[in-house]
């Protein structure tokens, strides 16, 4: 789990995000949505720890971010895997490589160990068979199944994605969406995920952080969404027609 209390980052002397406070529960996909320059990506980078805030703190399952040594920082960094926007693997290596470096780097294993590990969580995406190909090889889906594996491979208790699914078609997308949702409950990982998409929020927004200038401006799942009277939210998904449609239709239980 992690607890956002009070979050301030700005730059320069422009406030960014103005006192965020949230909670993400492990084993639940955890939405941050919001217009372009709501605040999203600065709080991603907050939650990793790229961007140091002004105020407020950030606990990991107890662990306060202000407070840990440099020795518990490391340890909190291998406990984080991450999806990038845009897959970010290493073109020049194969699959089993990309999904091995993250092991090179920070276990002590032997090859044969490695590989096994790489194996069990490509098995997991459905990669089986493609170890050897270079990504360049393969379609923008199973480029995010790699970026996948390879976030899970050192067993991460966090797991954040940002856009996982940008550049997708829109059944893809909601594939890997559920592919995330899966892992985050089979392995209990606390997923933060930072998305434009509303079939995402609809399909697994089991808790849903709306960011309005960077402030928090409704929180709750994607059920309470169909039913909340919050304008702020209400106007920022229910932007299309046909959405206004599903969410009217919801509204009068004819769905
Ligand atoms: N390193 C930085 N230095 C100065 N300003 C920054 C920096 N990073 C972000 N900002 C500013 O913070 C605000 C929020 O940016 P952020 O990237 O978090 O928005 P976002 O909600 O992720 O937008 P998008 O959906 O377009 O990616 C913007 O006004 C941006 O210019």
């Known amino acids: 789990m992690i607890e956002v209390k009070g979050l301030y980052k ?76 845009g897959s970010a693997l ?5 699959v089993e490589e990309n999904v091995m470096f993250p092991l090179k780097m920070f276990a002590k294993l032997s090859k044969s160990d490695m590989l096994e590990k790489a194996n069990a969580v490509l098995k997991r995406v459905d990669l089986i068979g493609s170890n050897l190909k270079y990504v ?34 829109p059944q893809t997308a909601i594939i890997i969406d559920n592919l995330i949702k899966e892992i985050t409950e089979e392995y209990q990982i606390t ?17 849903i952080v709306f960011l309005k200038d960077g402030v928090k401006a409704w929180e709750g799942s994607n059920k309470e969404i169909f039913k909340t009277d919050n304008e702020a939210i209400v106007n920022f998904v229910y932007s299309s027609n046909l959405f206004k449609k599903v969410r009217q239709a919801y509204l009068n239980e004819t769905i």
């Open 191 to 207: 997923t933060v995920i930072n998305t434009h998409d509303m079939n995402s929020v609809m399909e697994i927004g089991e808790k």
């Open 90 to 94: 290493f073109d020049s290596m194969t």
């Open 136 to 169: 360049s090889e393969l379609s923008g889906g199973m480029q995010k199944r790699v970026a996948i594996a390879r976030a899970i491979v050192m067993n991460p208790k966090y797991l954040f994605c940002d856009e996982p699914n940008s550049g997708l078609d």
């Open 10 to 85: 700005g730059f320069n002397g422009v406030e960014v995000l103005k006192g965020i406070t949230t909670s993400f529960e492990a084993g639940k996909t955890n939405l941050i949505i919001g217009q372009s320059g709501s605040g999203k990506t600065v709080f991603l980078k907050s939650l990793i720890g790229l961007h140091i805030p002004e105020q407020g703190s950030i606990i990991f399952d107890g662990r306060v971010n202000t407070e840990m040594n440099t020795e518990q920082k490391r340890q909190l960094r291998q406990e984080i895997g991450m999806v990038f926007q």
